[in-house]
């Protein structure tokens, strides 16, 4: 509880310290019995001793308690509590020295400059006080109260920065003025970057980046990978002077190819896109073009153009939800509760067949998948749609390739392949159930049996690579949204229709 | 004979030089923290010491330029809360 003064009691002044007489016939000691035996005086004198040792050990005891609980917490929340005057006293210090255009180096810069100055530090802070208080008049230590603000503040120049004296330090830093003659040159960067301001740091960074090397400001507008600039990146400006700190601390000429007290420029990672590989964009699009088209006419019986086929293919309602639900419904009874990947692997291995309609497969899925939201009958509908939405926006991704595992279109999912599969099995009966072969088809017996099937899921086939489904595959070639699986691309061309 | 009491007195030496270790170190802290906050108030020490002595010179300045009617009324208004 903290008290205040008037209720703090009066500290009671020390005891005399004892002092050893050298005479011992002389000494006196309160509580011995001189009247006693020399054993028993011994003894008493024992028994003195550690209750003596005792009340020390107490004392000890007490004082490390007092400053371990009172002391050192006050003292602590002393110097929490003065931080706030700490700074407001460090700014208002480079204030004045900035208008006094002098350095008043404190134990701090001491310490950190290391002493070979500490003479000429001496010096200064002794001439200092002196040349502010002596002389009245305008000298360049003092204040000079007859320089008006105007013209270090509204230079139009430099509009963004603040009207300080510590904007006139930077100008005159930047103009490469030079300070108070006495100065150390190491003084210099650590003071100035200590005291300049954050916006005037970053005006001198740009100034300097912009003057030495011109070409990545100009190229930083590209997009890809340019090293972000100071003006692109709100970020960077603080990481650059976190790094130039230590980078004055070493001294300034020793990157003659950089600008001074620029750190060397990082390139940021820009938040991207996954970036996918290559596929044949074009060709993938035209495909799709064609087998929508094919299958609208088939659908439609053949009788519109081809652009309003493709056109009526939106309105026409989707007709392959439901070969994937009876599909899956035939062949996932047996399955039950196997969890996702497993019975993925089952079902595909189980049924390593051909997509005998190699050309529709894509196309009505592809049709199916912007049409309708995934029924909970069409729970393969709706992984067939997953990865054929992911298809369908391949364009988008039109430099995806063989790297990325997931978006690999070239290498399409294994439930992919697997509705394609069974939608190609069905493929013959859907073609009057257009208008039937909506969500409702079936919708309780299908989920019923169904396995969701995960459209991500890398099928691993006993014996194959992960990306290879040769084991699924008979010699016909496997169909895709893009055509056919890269590796039999060309030897199946010919069999495409 | 003196081995009771020199036990007890050893182990109550012993006791009082751990404490007076945990002092020791305790009062180093202490040492150490005051130490900084004198270091942090040396800057509360020189800005008060160049506020003085900028108003004092501002002061001095201001009543040794030849001030106009309006000149001084406005300065006198900005030094007078000194």
Redesign the interface.
Request: hydrophobic share 50%; with cysteine.
């Given at each position: 509880m903290p008290k205040s003064i008037k209720e703090l009691k009066p500290i009671p002044p020390n005891p005399p310290r004892w002092e050893p007489s050298t005479d011992p016939s002389s000494i006196a000691i309160p509580g011995l019995d001189a009247t006693a035996s020399v054993n028993d005086q011994i003894?008493q004198i024992?028994?003195l001793?550690?209750l003596k040792?005792?009340d020390?050990?107490a004392n000890?005891?007490k004082?490390?308690q007092v400053?371990?609980n009172r002391?050192?917490p006050a003292?602590?929340r002393?110097?929490i509590g003065?931080e706030p005057?700490?700074e407001?006293?460090?700014f208002?210090?480079s204030f004045?020295e900035h208008?006094a255009q002098v350095h008043?180096p404190?134990?701090?810069h001491l310490s950190s400059m290391q002493e070979p100055s500490s003479s000429s530090d001496d010096h200064d802070v002794v001439s200092t006080?002196e040349s502010?208080?002596a002389t009245?008049g305008p000298s360049s230590n003092?204040?000079d109260?007859n320089r008006t603000p105007s013209e270090s503040s509204f230079l139009p120049a430099h509009a963004a920065v603040s009207s300080t004296p510590a904007a006139a330090t930077a100008r005159a830093q930047a103009s490469n003025s030079t300070f108070f003659a006495s100065q150390p040159s190491i003084a210099d960067p650590s003071w100035s970057a200590l005291v300049e301001s954050p916006l005037v740091r970053l005006d001198r960074e740009l100034r300097e980046f912009t003057r030495a090397d011109p070409e990545p400001a100009s190229t930083s507008i590209d997009t890809d990978t340019s090293p972000p600039t100071p003006t692109r990146t709100p970020h960077v400006p603080t990481r650059v002077l976190a790094d130039r700190t230590p980078h004055y601390a070493e001294g300034y000429d020793e990157e003659p190819t950089l600008p001074v007290g620029m750190s060397p420029p990082v390139m940021l990672p820009f938040a991207r896109l996954p970036t996918l590989g290559r596929s044949p964009a074009k060709s993938a699009a035209a495909h799709i073009r064609h087998t929508l088209v094919r299958d609208a006419l088939r659908d439609a019986g053949g009788t519109s153009a081809t652009s309003a086929t493709t056109g009526s293919s939106a309105v026409l309602s989707p007709p392959s939800l439901s070969r994937y639900t009876r599909g899956a419904s035939a062949s996932l009874t047996s399955l039950g509760a196997d969890p996702e990947l497993d019975s993925l692997m089952r079902r595909v291995s189980l049924f390593p067949r051909d997509p005998p309609r190699v050309s529709s497969v894509p196309s009505s899925s592809t049709a199916a998948s912007p049409m309708t939201p995934p029924a909970p009958s069409g729970a393969a509908a709706g992984v067939a749609a997953t990865p054929e939405s992911d298809d369908g926006s391949a364009s988008t991704f039109s430099s995806s390739g063989e790297e990325d595992s997931v978006h690999n279109t070239a290498h399409p999912s294994a439930a992919f392949l697997l509705a394609s599969r069974q939608r190609g099995r069905h493929d013959d009966d859907d073609n009057d159930d257009d208008e039937d072969d909506s969500l409702d088809a079936d919708p309780d017996a299908a989920t019923a049996s169904f396995e969701p099937v995960h459209p991500f899921a890398r099928v691993v086939a006993a014996g194959a690579e992960d990306d290879s489904f040769d084991s699924l595959d008979g010699d016909a070639p496997e169909e895709t949204v893009f055509g056919a699986r890269p590796v039999k691309r060309g030897a199946a061309l010919p069999l495409r229709t | 004979m003196?081995n009771p009491?020199a036990e007890?007195?050893a182990v109550?030496?012993e006791?009082?030089t751990k404490?007076?270790e945990?002092?020791t170190e305790?009062?180093l802290?202490?040492n150490h923290?005051?130490e900084?906050?004198v270091?942090?108030?040396?800057?509360?020490k020189?800005?008060?010491?160049?506020?003085t002595?900028?108003s004092?010179?501002?002061k001095?300045?201001l009543e040794?330029t030849p001030a106009t009617g309006s000149e001084a009324h406005q300065s006198s208004d900005i030094v007078g809360t000194q």
């Open positions: 003894d024992d028994q001793i550690t040792l005792q020390i050990d000890f005891s004082m490390q400053l371990s002391i050192l003292v602590k002393f110097a003065t005057v700490r407001a006293a460090k208002w210090t004045f208008a008043i404190t134990s701090d006080p502010s208080s009245p003092t204040f109260l | 003196n009491h007890r007195q109550l030496l006791r009082i404490n007076a945990k002092c305790l009062i802290e202490l923290c005051v900084e906050i270091q942090a108030n040396a800057y509360v020189l800005a008060a010491l160049l506020a002595k900028y004092r010179n501002a001095y300045n040794v």
